[in-house]
């Protein structure tokens, strides 16, 4: 028996409005992250998934880490929990070299780490 495939797109799919979740962890979200994401690192999931549906509320997550390997196995377990989620092809480093926008909460420059 085979699973069926993950659902995935790439950062250009991901519309400017979309419910995006970053599950990468502090460090990594504090050098730079995508303007109004959920920041639920992949070490506190299980323990944060039902803020994660509630502010999913109904919309598809898109999920995204550094290069999209913590977001796969993320958006495998929402999928199996009923919400709609999709990983991001090439996570934030594929976002950051589409020119797509960061911010930082300290107003610092924005990178990738």
Do not use: I, K
Not at 30 to 54: I, K, N, Q, W, Y
Request: proline share 5%; glycine share 12%.
């Amino acid at each position: 028996m085979t699973s069926a495939p993950l659902p995935s797109v790439d950062v250009a799919a991901v519309p400017a409005d979309g419910f995006v979740l970053d599950v990468r962890e502090d460090e990594e979200w504090a050098a730079g992250h995508v303007d109004g994401a959920l920041h639920v690192p992949m070490s506190e999931f299980t323990g944060r998934l039902a803020e994660v549906t509630e502010a999913a509320d109904g919309r598809t997550a898109y999920v995204m880490c550094r290069v999209g390997g913590r977001s796969a196995q993320v958006t495998q377990y929402l999928v199996q929990q009923g919400v709609e989620a999709v990983n991001v092809d090439g996570g934030m480093l594929a976002w950051d070299g589409a020119g797509r926008p960061m911010t930082t909460d300290d107003g610092s420059p924005a990178f990738v780490l």
